[in-house]
């Protein structure tokens, strides 16, 4: 039934149970109801950090414990290579989601972060792609309620302290999106509109991971990521509508095609004038 939530005391007791399954390292909320940002049908996120290898029979037992004889959990790798595996439950009546974190991969993660290095990966739905420092911003932003080692906690001290390498990457990342509007044109007199807007949406898509990164600020969703740039402080004014207003023009005729990659320049040219100043 949408619309109910998990109890908090539930969520604790699942954790102090999962820590307890063997390759299981530490349990943490996240997701909207960690940030505060749920709406009343989100799913709550519970991340499994895990090393080596997972005892996948303790852990299936324990999710039909808690969601019933139907529940099953997926062998890491097996929903892809960056959201590699989990359940997807229902405990009390209410949508829980456990999603598998490889905790060696996480830290890496983090360190590359750190030294500005990142790339966007394939992922079964992510259009954009995973940023592989969205593990960084999941472990900053998330509660941990099981970290028998302090392993987690340790990185999340790391991951809150956003990494000024990965800002300057970033906001250099814009060069992607100027090439965009530029290499979209091709597509304009052939009427393509899908081209233009894959084109588009990258574009957007990098904007605002620039403007998160100038502000400081982790993305690590493309769900609702436009509307999240748009309230930063210093974005380009009206982003968000802006955006939106590029992609009612992809109706195939090459004026309107035309029209939507020349607000695209511009709002990349703005998008780089706004992370300039932001970054100050």
């Not at 965009?180 to 233009?196: E, M, N, T, W």
């Amino acid at each position: 039934m949408r619309g109910v939530a998990v109890s908090d005391s539930r969520l604790q007791e699942m954790a102090s149970r999962l820590v307890e399954v063997p390759g299981v390292a530490a349990v943490t909320l996240s997701g909207s109801r960690a940030r505060g940002t749920h709406a009343p049908d989100s799913d709550t996120d519970v991340g499994l950090y895990y090393r080596g290898t997972l005892d996948l029979a303790a852990l299936g037992a324990l999710a039909r414990e808690f969601a019933g004889p139907a529940a099953r959990v997926t062998a890491p790798g097996e929903w892809g290579p960056w959201v590699d595996g989990g359940g997807w439950l229902t405990v009390d009546g209410a949508p829980v989601d456990w999603i598998y974190r490889d905790l060696g991969r996480v830290t890496r993660a983090i360190a590359d972060a750190e030294h500005g290095r990142y790339a966007f990966h394939a992922q079964a739905g992510h259009p954009l792609g995973v940023p592989d420092f969205t593990y960084a911003g999941e472990v900053a932003l998330s509660v941990i309620l099981g970290d028998p080692t302090g392993e987690l906690a340790t990185l999340q001290q790391r991951a809150r302290v956003y990494p000024p390498a990965l800002r300057e990457a970033l906001i250099a990342g814009l060069w992607e999106a100027d090439f965009l509007a530029g290499i979209a044109r091709k597509a304009v007199s052939r009427g393509d509109a899908a081209y233009v807007a894959g084109c588009l949406f990258r574009l957007i898509g990098v904007c605002a991971h620039a403007l998160h990164g100038a502000a400081g600020r982790w993305l690590i969703n493309e769900k609702g990521a436009v509307a999240s740039a748009a309230a930063l402080p210093g974005a380009p004014e009206r982003f968000q509508e802006r955006a939106d207003a590029m992609f009612a023009c992809l109706d195939g005729d090459p004026g309107h095609l035309g029209t939507a990659l020349d607000m695209a320049a511009d709002l990349v040219l703005e998008t780089a004038d706004a992370c300039a100043m932001m970054a100050r």
